[in-house]
């Protein structure tokens, strides 16, 4: 007997903080309750009284009887012989300047408004108009034409479709702008702002689902990503207005509802880190007789299986999420159950204040809210969701602060080798740079300065000389303009040396031809160096100078294109002459060992060096020089190997 009293002591020792937390959680929900219809009663807009229209004629069923709106009839499966609503309003000439308008609060589910027998409103044109979930008004302007001195008749067909009962609200009939306020905030209230709350939805419907996408493991996001999405499917989605050429819409759309609160359900299970049971998938079954009753069977089987299997479906799990938040709140005592708890209770209250419209416990009221409180609780899942992405990212930081000292300690280590790598390689380009400079230097200016003192020694005379030392400072010219950044782009490098080669044509009374084939002359190369240019400038210098000196040319030609032969586009300079030509060997070659030949054996090591392709082809019509330039130029001269 001891340990039993023992284990009980122990149990009732348990329960009592379990009670101690769960007392004041239920008082807040009750306050949230009272909250909640307090505001349902008082946020409705007011509309202008003034001109309200109460009192119609009822003709239905092949019976007339007076009623005074907001009036229910009875609910119909049929769009034949619609209820019909007259009645009598006033107008006075005197307001002729004033446009008038009819206004229609709540209605469902389809009215035809005319005015003295005279169609103005049909609400089946607007498919936002006729969602029994929304509570849409409607405005219309009333041509000044059909408007009378004194009495007039309006007329209000209310279409009914479905198990419920239909209902139409008081009608105003005045002047447009005393009644366009009371419509715009109802617009504002019950179409604009469940379009923005579920295009809100949709969006965290795709966040959620990549989220899921990333972390498979985490089933949670899957499982709210498809809830969100069916629900969205059931907001922007039109149901089809009997008769509709696409019934089977409407089934979906049906089905949707309970679907959508079995996946919330299932959220909040996993969310709160609980096993799924097995059983709950019955949860399911409803939803599914739904879409089976609404795709084998025809109207409006649908519709009273949802009625009386669907709605209920619904509030069955909103009361099963506030059973499994409110177990989460006495176990975890977190921010985020907490606010999940609140924002259920929100969507509860007001699924029984719907229901209590629904069969008319509420009297002379049809306003549906649910939908629009859906929205709380997406609220509350997204605070959520950032609660438990900040507690991941707090164990994120705390275990990477672990790691900041070790971190720390081999960067100091990595810096240390990365400037000893750095400084070496500098150094190694520098001295690269400086060799490239030095031979280039050498093979160019200082040969033409070798051949300056020869001159002089010999007692040359000055032109020869002037000659000479023009050419050196022509060759020093060039190295110092291929050392210019000129970012890649070739053709501003050709553009300075197309002004050298024409000055070097004019004394010789020899006319340069400049083609650009492509309009976009040569490709860019980002890594285009110095050197490259200058050995390129230097080729193009020799065909001109073979020209001028051995071909006794009269025209020389340069083409520069480019070809895209598939894997790259590459550029192509040609220099063409009208000269006598010279002979070729077999093997393409200058024919002798002639200094012409060996200037071409340069130009041909010059070109290989750059990663270029020189072809060269003479006969009696001239000489003709190609230079193809690589898709990408080499990082280093060596490549010529």
Not at 226 to 247: E, R
């Amino acid at each position: 007997m001891s340990e039993i009293a023992a284990k009980a002591a122990t149990t009732r020792t348990r329960r009592r903080p379990q009670l101690v937390r769960l007392l004041p959680y239920v008082l807040l929900q009750a306050l949230i309750v009272i909250a909640t219809m307090l505001v349902l009663r008082l946020v409705p807009p007011d509309d202008p009284d003034d001109y309200a229209v109460s009192k119609f004629a009822l003709r239905e069923n092949g019976a007339t009887r007076t009623v005074t709106l907001p009036h229910f009839t009875s609910s119909r499966y049929s769009l034949g012989d619609p209820p019909l609503y007259t009645g009598v309003f006033n107008w006075a000439s005197r307001d002729v300047n004033a446009a008038w308008s009819v206004f229609l609060p709540r209605f469902s589910n389809g009215v035809e408004v005319a005015i003295n027998g005279v169609a103005i409103l049909d609400s089946r044109r607007d498919d936002t108009a006729n969602r029994p979930d929304r509570n849409t008004p409607e405005i219309a302007v009333i041509p000044s034409s059909l408007l009378r001195d004194g009495s007039n008749q309006i007329t209000v067909r209310l279409f009914v479709w479905g198990p419920l009962k239909g209902f139409l609200d008081t009608v105003y009939v005045g002047p447009d702008e005393a009644l366009r306020p009371a419509y715009e905030t109802r617009t504002l209230l019950f179409v604009t702002l469940p379009v923005v709350f579920s295009a809100w939805q949709s969006l965290l419907a795709v966040i959620l689902a990549i989220m899921w996408l990333m972390r498979r493991r985490e089933p949670v996001y899957g499982v709210l990503a498809a809830g969100m999405l069916v629900g969205a499917v059931q907001a922007f989605v039109p149901p089809p207005v009997p008769p509709a050429p696409y019934p089977h819409i409407s089934a979906i759309l049906l089905a949707s509802a309970p679907i959508e609160s079995a996946l919330v359900v299932v959220f909040a299970v996993l969310f709160f880190g609980w096993r799924w049971p097995r059983y709950g998938l019955l949860l399911f079954v409803p939803g599914l007789i739904i879409l089976a009753a609404g795709l084998l069977a025809s109207q409006p089987v649908p519709r009273i299986v949802f009625l009386f299997l669907g709605v209920p479906t619904v509030g069955l799990c909103l009361m099963l999420l506030a059973v499994i938040v409110t177990m989460a709140v006495i176990k975890r005592q977190d921010a985020a159950s907490f606010t999940f708890g609140c924002a259920v209770t929100i969507v509860l209250t007001c699924w029984f204040h719907d229901m209590l419209s629904v069969f008319e416990f509420v009297p002379d009221e049809r306003t549906f809210v649910t939908r629009l409180s859906y929205s709380a609780m997406l609220v509350a899942i997204g605070a959520g969701l950032t609660w438990r992405f900040a507690r991941a990212l707090n164990q994120v930081d705390s275990f990477a602060g672990r790691l900041v000292a070790r971190v720390r300690e081999a960067e100091e280590r990595l810096k240390a080798s990365f400037a000893r790598e750095e400084a070496r390689a500098r150094a190694a380009a520098l001295a690269n740079e400086r060799t490239r400079l030095m031979r280039d230097l050498h093979d160019g200016l200082g040969g033409q300065l070798i051949s300056i003192v020869a001159l002089s020694e010999r007692g040359q005379e000055g032109a020869t000389i002037i000659d000479a030392a023009r050419a050196a400072l022509k060759d020093l010219r060039l190295v110092i303009d291929s050392m210019d950044d000129i970012g890649g782009d070739l053709m501003l490098a050709l553009g300075s040396w197309r002004e050298r080669a024409a000055m070097q044509l004019r004394p010789h009374d020899i006319a340069l031809d400049w083609r650009v084939a492509t309009p976009q002359g040569l490709p860019l190369h980002p890594e285009l160096r110095p050197w490259h240019v200058i050995q390129i400038v230097r080729i193009l210098d020799e065909a001109v100078t073979n020209a001028v000196k051995h071909a006794t040319a009269r025209h020389i030609t340069v083409t520069i294109e480019t070809h895209d032969d598939g894997q790259g586009p590459y550029g192509v300079i040609s220099v063409a002459d009208d000269g006598s030509g010279f002979a070729l060997d077999n093997d393409g070659d200058v024919a002798g060992a002639s200094q012409t030949a060996r200037g071409l054996r340069n130009m041909t090591n010059r070109a290989t060096r750059c990663g270029a392709v020189l072809g060269l082809s003479s006969d009696t019509s001239g000489t003709r020089v190609r230079l193809q330039l690589p898709q990408v130029f080499p990082d280093s001269d060596a490549a010529a190997g």
